[in-house]
């Protein structure tokens, strides 16, 4: 299969910057019994902090560059069945079987674990 191309945006390192002491220290003082004064100042730093991000060329905050992609085989179509335990339709190959109950691989988990309820095991016919 032939390769296609990509791109692959990644943050810049240092991307927001040195630490502002003066934030740092207003942010360690915000708790439950901090004044309008440390609320209000804290929040002007953090949004010119924000406008910052925001007004900064695109190219300062991330690297984009071309990446060699393969494209992934086609898919192959599988039926679906309804999980037994939340109904939610599942690959027929990614299905589980815990006492006889069909269910997909969360919920097999969940009530393997124990914390989902174990039903008695069911007798259904043809399974
Ligand atoms: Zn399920």
């Given at each position: 299969m032939q390769g296609g191309k990509a791109i692959r945006i990644s943050p810049r390192p240092g991307t927001f910057g040195a630490p502002d002491p003066e934030r740092e220290a207003v942010l360690a003082s915000m708790?439950?019994?901090?004044g309008p004064d440390v609320r209000r100042r804290f929040f002007e730093l953090q949004r010119n902090r924000s406008e910052g991000v925001l007004s900064a060329p695109l190219e300062q905050l991330y690297e984009v560059r071309e990446v060699p992609a393969e494209v992934p085989p086609r898919a192959r179509v599988m039926a679906s069945v309804d999980c037994a335990a939340c109904g939610e339709p599942t690959m027929e190959t990614r299905i589980r079987r815990l006492y006889g109950d069909l269910m997909c691989a969360p919920c097999f988990e969940e009530r393997l674990s124990g914390r989902m309820p174990l039903d008695a095991p069911s007798r259904r016919p043809g399974l």
């Amino acid at each position: 299969m032939q390769g296609g191309k990509a791109i692959r945006i990644s943050p810049r390192p240092g991307t927001f910057g040195a630490p502002d002491p003066e934030r740092e220290a207003v942010l360690a003082s915000m708790n439950s019994e901090a004044g309008p004064d440390v609320r209000r100042r804290f929040f002007e730093l953090q949004r010119n902090r924000s406008e910052g991000v925001l007004s900064a060329p695109l190219e300062q905050l991330y690297e984009v560059r071309e990446v060699p992609a393969e494209v992934p085989p086609r898919a192959r179509v599988m039926a679906s069945v309804d999980c037994a335990a939340c109904g939610e339709p599942t690959m027929e190959t990614r299905i589980r079987r815990l006492y006889g109950d069909l269910m997909c691989a969360p919920c097999f988990e969940e009530r393997l674990s124990g914390r989902m309820p174990l039903d008695a095991p069911s007798r259904r016919p043809g399974l």
